[in-house]
C-alpha cells in the first residue's frame, strides 16, 4: 500500500456551548490513501463532518482541535494561521459540500463560482480562466457550457449544480478531495451519476478522496477503506468487504440491518388489519397544467391512471420534476386536477365545495417531506399534534390532552416531549410528530410525499417499521411519494413509476422489480445503491 496521503491520528475537537463543553470528536484514527476512497460513514451528530472540517480548517468558531494530529503528505495541520490555510485549501485540498442550492453564490455565475480559486491563486488571465472553466464544466458532464458559464444557480437542475461544485474542487487539481454528503438531496438516477463522474475524476487525476455519508450501501460500492462512528467515536474501521460481509461492532450491524438497499431477500408479503380487495383510491387520467404565460402550458402531470386496496400502500416514484408531488397534492386536495378523475371511498373529490372538502380532510391527510418546516416554531409538540382537534372537533381540553398523549405514545414518543419545541426535538422525532398530528384525526388515507427521504438510514427504518405498525393495527391505506425504489421496495404493495410527468408502468411491486417493462424503471432499478455488496464486489484489499 502507498504511504497515506492524510493521516489523522487520536483527534478530539469540542464546542464551547451555552451548556458547556460538548466533545463532538473523540480520538478518531484514519487514513486516506492516494488513488482510493475513504468513506466515514454515521448518523446525523456521528462526528462525520467535523472530523472533515477540521483536516480543511473549517471548523466553527466555538469548535477546537484539543488534541491529536492531522498530517497531509506528512505535514501537520493543526494550527495553520490563515495565509498557511490559503496554500493548501483549493490547491492540495478540495472540498464539495453537501447542498448545491445552499453552496453556490445565488448571485454570482456559474462561471465565476467554478473559476473564484482561479482568481484567488491568480491562475493565467481572465480569459485563460474562463477558457480552463468552461473546459472543466464540460469535463464533469455539463452541457453547453459557454451557456452555463453565463447561468445562475436558480437556472440549473440539482444534479447540474453539483457537477459544478465538483468542477470547482478540481480546478486547482487537488490531490485530495473532501466531499461532505455530495449526494444526499440528489435523485437515485441523479446520485450513481455524480459518483460515478467522482470515480473517473479520481481515476483520472489520481487524488484521495474523504467521503462523508450516512448511507452504507453508497459508502460499500464506493469506497475502498470504511470507518464507521457514532457518538464522535470510531466503532470499526477497515476494507468494505470487511466490514460490510462481517462487521464487528453491534451499530455497524444495526446500519447494515437498517440500509433498505442491501437487502437481497424476496419481496415481503404485507397484510394490514381491514385490508380489502375493493379500491378506496382511485386515479384515473389524473392531468395537471399550469400556465407560464399567454399560450405557455408545463403540463406537469398527464394520463395517471391507479387504484389503491384499502389497507395496502401505493407507492409514486420517480425523478424531482416527474409529477410526484403534484399527483400527491392533489389526492390531498390542495390542488385540482385540470382533467381526469380522483375518487375516495366512491366519491369524486375534484371540484368538491371548500365545506365539503373540509369535512374530507379528516379523513385525507398529507405528510410533508420536512419536518422542521411543516411544524409551528412557535408551538409546542402537543399543541401542534392537537391543532386538528381544535380544527374539527368540539373535544374539552382533557379529551384533547389524553388523545394527544395517546398519539405520542403510538408513534413511540414519550408524553413529556409535549411541552417541547420544535427546535427542541431530532429530525426523526420531529417526524414522527407530523405522522401524530396526521393520525389523531384517524383518517383512513394518508399520503407521504418523500416523508422519510432526508432521515438518517437508522431513523428512516425506525419510521418505516413505525408506519407498517400503524397500518396493521389501524387498517391505514397509505400513498408513499419517494424517489428511492429501496425503500419503496420495503414497504409498498403496488407502484407507478412515473417519469417527465407520465407514468411508465404500474403494478404489484413485486412484478415491477422482478420484471421492469421500461427502460426508465430498469435505470431507476439500477441506479439503487449497494450493487457491488449484492454482487459480491467489494474492495477486498487486494
Known amino acids: 500500500m502507498t504511504t497515506p496521503l492524510l493521516e489523522i491520528n487520536d483527534l478530539v475537537v469540542s464546542y464551547q456551548t451555552a451548556k458547556g463543553l460538548v466533545h ?24 462525520k463532518s467535523t472530523t472533515a472540517q477540521a483536516v480543511i480548517g473549517l471548523l466553527a468558531d466555538n469548535a477546537e482541535v484539543d488534541s491529536g494530529r492531522i498530517s497531509f503528505n506528512g505535514r501537520s495541520l493543526v494550527g495553520l494561521n490563515a495565509r498557511e490555510w490559503k496554500n493548501v485549501r483549493g490547491t492540495k485540498i478540495g472540498l464539495i459540500p453537501q447542498d448545491p442550492n445552499n453552496s ?27 477558457k480552463k472553466v468552461i473546459e472543466l464544466l464540460e469535463r464533469v458532464g455539463i452541457d453547453n457550457p459557454e451557456v452555463r458559464y453565463d447561468q445562475y444557480p436558480h437556472e440549473l437542475s440539482g444534479g447540474m449544480k453539483q457537477r459544478a461544485l465538483i ?44 467521503f462523508i455519508t450516512h448511507d452504507l450501501a453508497v459508502a460499500g460500492d464506493r469506497a475502498d477503506q470504511i470507518v464507521v462512528m457514532q457518538n464522535g467515536e470510531v466503532r470499526e474501521s477497515g476494507y468494505a468487504a470487511s466490514v460490510l460481509t462481517e462487521p464487528q461492532h453491534e451499530y455497524s450491524k444495526k446500519l447494515l440491518a437498517d440500509a433498505p438497499s442491501l437487502s437481497i431477500g424476496e419481496i415481503p408479503t404485507r397484510v394490514a388489519a381491514g385490508a380489502t380487495s375493493e379500491p378506496l383510491l382511485v386515479v384515473d387520467k389524473f392531468r395537471k397544467e399550469y400556465s407560464r404565460g399567454k399560450d405557455d402550458v408545463f403540463v406537469a402531470a398527464n394520463d395517471i391512471s391507479f387504484e389503491v386496496l384499502r389497507g395496502s400502500t401505493h407507492a409514486i416514484v420517480g425523478e424531482s420534476g416527474s409529477g410526484k408531488t403534484t399527483l400527491g397534492r392533489a389526492i390531498s386536495m390542495f390542488n385540482t386536477p385540470t382533467s381526469g378523475s380522483i375518487k375516495f371511498d366512491g366519491t369524486e373529490i375534484t371540484g368538491l365545495s371548500a365545506t365539503a372538502q373540509r369535512q374530507l380532510r379528516q379523513q385525507i391527510q398529507l405528510v410533508y ?51 417541547r419545541r420544535p427546535r427542541e426535538l431530532s429530525g426523526g422525532q420531529r417526524q414522527r410528530v407530523a405522522i401524530a398530528r396526521a393520525m389523531i384525526l384517524e383518517p383512513e388515507l394518508v399520503v407521504f410525499d418523500e416523508a422519510v427521504s432526508a432521515l438518517d438510514v437508522t431513523v428512516q427504518a425506525q419510521i418505516l417499521r413505525l408506519l407498517d405498525d400503524l397500518q396493521r393495527e389501524l387498517g391505514l391505506t397509505y400513498v408513499f411519494i419517494s424517489h428511492d425504489l429501496a425503500v419503496v421496495r420495503e414497504i409498498s404493495d403496488t407502484v407507478s413509476v412515473m417519469s ?11 412484478e415491477v422489480f422482478k420484471n421492469p417493462q421500461s427502460e426508465f424503471t430498469s435505470r431507476l432499478i439500477d441506479a439503487i445503491p449497494g450493487s457491488r455488496y449484492r454482487g459480491g464486489e467489494l474492495n477486498l484489499g487486494l
Open 24 to 47: 463532538a470528536v473523540n480520538n478518531v484514527s484514519l487514513e486516506v490513501h492516494p488513488g482510493q476512497i475513504t468513506a466515514i460513514v454515521g448518523e446525523s451528530g456521528s462526528g
Open 104 to 130: 453556490l453564490n445565488p448571485v454570482k455565475t456559474i462561471g465565476a463560482s467554478v473559476g473564484e480559486g482561479l482568481a484567488i491563486h491568480k491562475r493565467g488571465t481572465a480569459a485563460e480562466r474562463k
Open 167 to 210: 468542477a470547482a474542487a478540481i480546478a486547482l487539481e487537488p490531490e485530495l478531495i473532501i466531499a461532505d454528503e455530495p449526494t444526499s438531496a440528489l435523485d437515485v438516477t441523479v446520485q450513481k451519476i455524480i459518483l460515478d463522474l467522482l470515480e473517473d475524476m479520481q481515476r483520472e487525476l489520481g487524488m484521495g478522496i474523504l
Open 369 to 419: 417531506q420536512n419536518p422542521f418546516s411543516s411544524l409551528d416554531p412557535r408551538q409546542t409538540i402537543a399543541g401542534i399534534i392537537a391543532e386538528p382537534l381544535r380544527n374539527f372537533t368540539k373535544l374539552s381540553k382533557a379529551e384533547v390532552s389524553e388523545k394527544v398523549d395517546h398519539h405520542l405514545d403510538l408513534v413511540a414518543l414519550d408524553p413529556q416531549l409535549g411541552s
Open 500 to 510: 417527465r410527468g407520465s407514468q411508465g408502468e404500474v403494478g404489484k411491486t413485486a
